[in-house]
């Protein structure tokens, strides 16, 4: 049986959520039910939380094991929840994923351990350690090189032959040559195992045998997300060409000071969560303008839900008026990178 129990490989998107803060700071349990009910009901078949979209490396381990229990919580069943559990130290990630298997996760994922330089071998026992701890399926995480330590397609065969429960990897590199490589080792190591993208390039992703991606884009843009994956998934060449060009300027906006360009997106749609945390900073009110414009010129606001119900119609012409709150030159002017 593969991802959540699916009789072959599970496929879809699996949307991240924001981590919403009040006004002291803290993690907004009210906020976050309420983000996880919108996406439910724009129709994503799976959630994970907290992913680095929503600042797990800024978390404490009660704010990550929080989230893993209220996402859980909020799901109620109605979709697999993945909770993320990278740490640094292996005994680190086994406890959030142990704890995240006791909240009642249907899974969890995980890099290999950030900034060592540790080799195949050590990587191998970061991984074994964290599929011999728990019951429930596990995805490994391979990040861009830049960010982590990339899994090689030889361990990712090596992992799945040998252990039933690891049934999936995120390939974040956005290289479609290791993606191509990722589902080629997967598929000849066992045909139940679901390799997905780490952002919504669903087109090629599909095209060399991803089963789906990650999505950093549903909090903001969840028609577009769910009509990417949908015209990809029926081999609707035409409108997944026209719908992943679309999704590619959306993302050209929103990865620039990742994830706080996200987070202002969202608020723009009419979902605000809070300023994202130090070492990570907001926006400046011009940047903010300057994106909403964006949004509004690439149809978003238009084609979007504006606020929390799903099924609301959006708010064309509504922009934000411009500022400068905070100086342009600590970020740049405008949303290059």
């Given amino acids: 049986m593969g991802l959540f129990g699916h009789p072959g490989r599970w496929e879809g998107v699996i949307a991240c959520p924001l981590t919403p ?5 803290d993690v907004d349990g009210e906020r976050y039910a309420q983000q996880v009910e919108f996406l439910i009901a724009s ?11 929503g600042e797990s490396l800024n ?8 989230l893993a229990t209220l996402t859980v919580r909020a799901a109620r069943g109605r979709v697999p929840v993945v909770v993320h559990v990278s740490c640094p130290g292996t005994g680190h990630t086994v406890r959030l994923a142990r704890h995240a298997q006791s909240a009642g996760a249907d899974a969890v994922i995980a890099t290999a351990s950030y900034h060592w330089d540790l080799g195949e071998e050590a990587t191998a026992r970061h991984f074994e350690a964290l599929v011999t701890a728990v019951d429930v399926p596990v995805i490994g995480y391979s990040p861009p090189p830049t960010a982590g330590t990339p899994l090689p397609a030889e361990l990712i065969t090596r992992l799945a032959r040998r252990h039933g429960n690891f049934l999936g990897l995120k390939e974040a590199s956005n290289h479609m040559a290791t993606f191509g490589a990722a589902t080629r080792a997967a598929g000849a190591a066992r045909p139940d195992f679901s390799v997905l993208g780490g952002i919504e390039y669903l087109l090629p992703q ?26 990809a998934r029926d081999s609707d060449q035409q409108r997944a ?3 992943q060009a679309r999704m590619t300027r959306l993302l050209a906006l929103l990865v620039p000071y990742y994830p706080a360009g996200v987070k202002a997106a969202a608020a723009i749609m009419g979902r605000a969560m809070g300023d994202v945390r130090l070492p990570l900073t907001p926006l400046t009110a011009a ?7 964006a949004l509004e010129q690439e149809g978003i606001t238009a084609s979007e839900p504006h606020g929390w119900d799903a099924a609301a119609n959006g708010t064309p012409g509504h922009l934000p008026a411009a500022g400068t709150a905070r100086t342009d030159a600590q970020h740049g002017e405008g949303l290059g990178p």
């Fill in 21 to 25: 803060y009040d006004a002291a700071g």
């Fill in 287 to 293: 940047q903010t303008h300057h994106l909403a414009a």
């Fill in 43 to 53: 129709g994503v078949p799976a959630l994970c939380a907290p992913m680095h979209v």
């Fill in 206 to 231: 599909r095209s060399l045998g991803g089963a789906g991606a990650f999505s950093i884009c549903a909090p903001v843009a969840p028609r577009l997300v769910m009509a990417l994956w949908q015209a």
């Fill in 241 to 243: 060409r026209e719908l």
């Fill in 59 to 66: 978390l404490s381990f009660a704010e990550r094991e929080l």
